[in-house]
C-alpha cells in the first residue's frame, strides 16, 4: 500500500485529524442538545417543558436525518477507531504535529528520536489508515 495520499486528499485528512478533538466535542454537544434530559424541567410556563414531549423517535430523526451530524460522526469515529490502534510513537507523533501543534514533523521526529523520513512514513500511514476508514482511498491504492 502507498503511504503518499494525493495532496487533496492528505489535506483534507490532516485538516480533520487536526480538528478531531474539536470536532468530536461538538458531535457530543449536538446530540445534548437534541437529546432531552431525563431530569424534567419546571421552568417552562405550567410547568412543563416541550422537551419532554419529544418522542425518541422524532430526536432520532433529527439527529440521522442530518446529513452535516452523519458526516461529522463518520470522521469522529474513523478518526477515533484508528487512534484507538496506534502504538504509543505514533500516538506523541500525531499528539505533536496535528493536537499539540507545538512542532513540524521534522521537529516531531527529533523529540521522539526518529528521522526525518522515518516520522514522515510513521505520519503518512496513519492518514492513509484515516483516509482508508473514511472511505476516501481503497485498500488497493
Known sequence: MKSILQPRIRDFVA???EHYHQNRQQLEEIKRD???SATP???SVGGHSSEAS???EDITLQITSSAYVQQLEKTVNAIGYVLGRLDPLDTKL???VFFDGTYTVEGAAQVVNLSRTAAYNH???VLVAIALELGLINAGY
Open 15 to 17: 485538516w480533520q485529524l
Open 34 to 36: 437534541l437529546i432531552p
Open 41 to 43: 424541567n419546571y421552568s
Open 54 to 56: 419529544r418522542s425518541t
Open 94 to 96: 500525531i499528539t505533536l
Open 123 to 125: 505520519v503518512n500511514s
